[in-house]
């Protein structure tokens, strides 16, 4: 597609379901980050694949956090056990290889609300 | 470890009036230094960005300074408009990644 694709756009879920959020990249951008944005506060990094590698997962709040991606597209983040404090916007951003001063192309982020 | 801050919003002006929005951060290297826009209903976007002290970012008449000194990238605009209302994010580079400020909410009325 022409952008980054997340879906849904919006998830309500009881506390203690588990949610899966889904990220499609720009085609051929084998950098993939997530994000999450609490309501009033900054994006705080996550987690970051290169390929389907995740160099960098010190983002992770949790072990109820997980994520993964396949065939260097698609990319998938598991919240186990959902609590209220991990309602948040999910963002998910691509770049073309992950070099530090490359644009990152934003999805418009998944709003998850545990009730 | 590393970090932004940025001014707390929301900033509302008129139309035609000129636009600051502070941005210092804390770094142990020297990071590219970056401002991305969120206009209301869509993703961030990268508005402008510098990679060494002393450069000059700009894009749609916004302008930042990389300011190794004072660690500052302040964002100007000497006439803003209507459409520039959205929420604007100070950002380094870290390694891999990019750690963002919280945002400034900028309205612009007419």
């Known amino acids: 597609g022409a952008g980054v694709s997340q879906s849904p756009s919006n998830k309500v879920t009881e506390k203690g379901k588990d949610v899966e959020l889904r990220c499609d990249p720009i085609?051929?951008?084998?950098?993939l980050y997530w994000y999450r944005q609490r309501l009033g506060q900054g994006l705080e990094f996550l987690i970051y694949?290169?390929?389907?590698?995740?160099?960098?997962k010190s983002g992770l709040p949790s072990d109820r956090f997980s994520a993964e991606r396949t065939g260097e597209s698609v990319s998938t983040l598991t919240i186990q056990r959902t609590q209220q404090e991990d309602s948040a916007v999910y963002l998910c951003?691509?770049?073309?290889?992950?070099?530090?001063?490359?644009?990152?192309?934003f999805g418009s982020g998944t709003q998850l609300s545990v009730l | 470890g590393d970090s932004v801050t940025q001014m707390e919003g929301p900033v509302t002006l008129s139309e035609e009036a000129f636009l600051t929005i502070n941005c210092t951060y804390t770094?142990?290297?020297?990071?590219?230094l970056f401002w991305y826009v969120q206009y209301p209903g869509e993703g961030l976007q990268l508005l402008l960005k510098?990679?060494?002290?002393?450069d000059k970012g700009s894009n749609k008449g916004f302008e930042a300074t990389y300011r190794k000194e004072t660690t500052s990238f302040h964002l100007e605009k000497g006439s803003v408009q209507v459409s520039d209302s959205a929420v604007y994010f100070c950002?380094?580079?870290?390694?891999?990644?990019?750690?963002f400020g919280a945002g400034t909410r900028l309205a612009v009325h007419p």
């Open positions: 951003a691509s770049s073309l290889d992950g070099q530090t001063n490359e644009k990152l192309f």
């Open positions: 085609s051929g951008h084998t950098a």
């Open positions: 694949f290169q390929g389907n590698s995740a160099p960098d």
């Open positions: 770094a142990t290297g020297y990071p590219s």
């Open positions: 510098a990679t060494k002290a002393d």
């Open positions: 950002a380094l580079s870290d390694r891999d990644k990019l750690i």
